[in-house]
């Protein structure tokens, strides 16, 4: 695919900024959407279904949080890359909790956004050729990932976020092995520049309480100490 044929929705209200990544992305081949209102922001994405969507937290109407939420509650992961002025580790967190694929703080370089971009296109393309799989058997529990729903055997189900979701691709891409977390950080975060491992603790022990009879003594999500975790699927 093309950069021509991937169109970005831009949800944003500065004018400025949205002069300046209109500009820059649309020279490098994209099309660009641009939603300046927050409460038309879930309309424009499921009229124009974008291959990625580039999400500002502070906007009229509603809030990045609060569209990124309604957007994952429809079942779409279109990778979202939230723009924040905040740099708090506990608004990255918010945001990285409730759906979104990446963020960046403002002031930022155009060439970290493209990159960004990209790494996440290419990840989306990734997903889809390597890891076919979208209903995993757990022992006797199953989990559908196109619909990210946990069933158990006695019929209770548990939801999953698109994070949540994206984690055990990945985990079941390593083919059983175990995933450092340094290595999640970077490939399902994408946090190079961070050593900040507790995201990935936090995420881990949620996931773990959704899909594991027992969370206490888990038989698929496993940890491996001074290793990482690794998901076993018999």
């Known amino acids: 695919m093309s950069n021509k044929e991937i169109r970005i929705l831009l949800i944003e209200d500065e004018p400025s900024l949205i002069f300046t990544l209109r500009d820059t992305l649309e020279n490098e081949g994209y099309i660009i959407i641009v939603c300046e209102d927050g409460e038309e922001a879930v309309e424009k994405v499921q009229e124009h279904k974008p291959d990625i969507i580039i999400l500002d937290i502070m906007l009229p109407g509603k809030n990045g949080y609060e569209i990124c939420q309604e957007i994952r509650m429809l079942k779409l992961t279109i990778p979202i890359i939230m723009l924040t002025a905040k740099n708090q580790e506990l608004d990255k ?7 979104a694929d990446d963020y960046i703080t403002k002031p930022f370089g ?12 290419r990840r989306t393309g990734t997903y889809a050729s390597n890891n076919n799989i979208d209903l995993l058997q757990l022992g006797k529990t199953k989990i559908d990932l196109l619909e990210s729903k946990v069933i158990f055997e006695n019929g209770n189900t548990n939801e999953l976020t698109a994070k949540e979701t994206e984690l055990i691709r990945y985990l079941l891409k390593a083919g059983g092995e175990p995933v450092s977390r340094d290595k999640l950080l970077e490939k399902v975060w994408r946090y190079e520049y961070s050593t900040n491992t507790r995201t990935v603790d936090v995420h881990i022990s949620k996931l773990r309480a ?24 018999y």
Do not use: F, N
């Open 93 to 99: 967190v918010m945001g990285l909790d409730i759906g």
């Open 210 to 233: 959704k899909i594991e009879i027992s969370p206490d003594e888990p038989k698929h999500l496993i940890t491996l100490h001074g290793v990482g975790y690794l998901l076993r699927t």
């Open 110 to 121: 155009v060439k970290e956004l493209l990159a960004r971009i990209q790494a996440r296109l």
